[in-house]
């Protein structure tokens, strides 16, 4: 049977790569059996070959019509010949979409006797700059936060690892635009968007604390991106990210679409080590596909970081997923490994704050670091229509702020990213600003962890209970409170300029 055959092929080809529990579950996935061949098709299909026959019981052939029952149908009025044919026809498509070394371009090589092979990466010499210490400095011309060049958070900038050291950096933010590992493309402008648009930085309302004030945070920076190739980029990604890893500062990935998660969790494992810390994945889709002619895309980073042992299948934590992907198969691979998820499926079952709380648990346990991976598609597109492959039916903003500060907090990080931004999608500011509030909300999350703030679920006792007795609030007994001035509760209109946000 091809599924066997599909196990062997498997098995031979990744025997000395893959972790034995994996193996088990490569080939666990396909469940479907063939089941009882009705007495009249028997009766029609003496005459085929065992490769034929294999080949019309197996799981392949049933994907032809949907279902086992649906091809059997199909199969019904044909005679035995016209079935042998059929089958033919089944096997000849499924060889031809095969690799075929004779016909087939496998790869187109890189051009290694070009003299700027490597010349999107190279680092500025020391020498080409003027003399100064290594530190974070401010962009800005005014000493209110205004003026000079955006940045994430309005935050000074760091150049090179030793600025990094020298300025006792704990979180240092870095973009990454790249876009070609993902078919719709103009996630390279996310962090152009983010950097342009408040609420990255300064003080959170539902805790008091204020992450521009408690953390050393800086703008790295872009990442060089090859956005000819992914595979390029995301080598050079990985090295970034160690390099950040290894000064002790937190790197905060702004991409780019989401191949970025694959080297950016084994840059993190190549600091911290294989296998030592867990990673909470937010995204509409599972992300873990296999078996695409490219081994990285921005459908497959959950796979390959998996495989390769950056991080256990039984530490990764899935949130939000919902729409037509994955099918029974990938959360069978899911399940068999040992994989967390947690869909909107699941939401709709239990409740998103019963979700958040699970989701919470099995992040918390056995004390491990945690990387989280923040797919701007897990919001519902209400929120964030600036991405490529939106699903409606997703997490609000009001569910996923929460649980982002609370991972954060609850939490040692060894990293953050937010991926999927595409502002060229949305001719709003909307976008770009949720995933700065989202961003914000770890950032929050590490600072009160900084400040020894830890209790699950911790909320400010200021700004949740105003203390005032309750008949003594104007109009609340005839329903017809005092309405506020709306210019001045949006946030945007408090007369004390951009850094009350922003700045440290
Ligand atoms: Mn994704």
Redesign the pocket.
Known sequence: MSVWRNAAIVLAVLCCTEAPRLLAAESAVKSETAAAVPAWLEAKIGGLTTAQRDFLLSDDAAGFAGTRGRLYQRLQQKSPEEIAAYVDGMMSVKQAEKFNAATDMAVVQLNTESPEFNSWKVRRPASFNPKRDPGPFSLNYYANGRGGIKTFAGAPVAVYPEDLVAGKVDVAIVGAPLDMGSYYRGQRFGPMAMRNEYGAGGIDMNTMVNPSKELNIVDYGDIAIDNMSTERTVHHVRERIAEIARTGALPFIVGG??SL?YPNIAGLADVHGKGSFGVV?F?????AGKDQPHFIT??Q?VYRAVKEGHVEARNFIQVGLRGPWPGAEGFEWMRNNGMRYHTMAEVEKRGWDAVMKRALAEAREGGRKIYI?F?V??LDPAFVPGTG?PVPGGLTMREALPIVRRLCAENDLVGFEI??LDPLLDGTYRSALNANFIMHACLTGVAMRRKGITDPGFLSELTTEHLQPEAGIKGAKDGKAEKIDPDYASGRRTGNGPDQFEQR
């Open positions: 679409d989401h998660e994945h995204d509409a889709h599972f992300d921005h459908g980073p991976s797919d598609d897990v492959t991926v999927e």
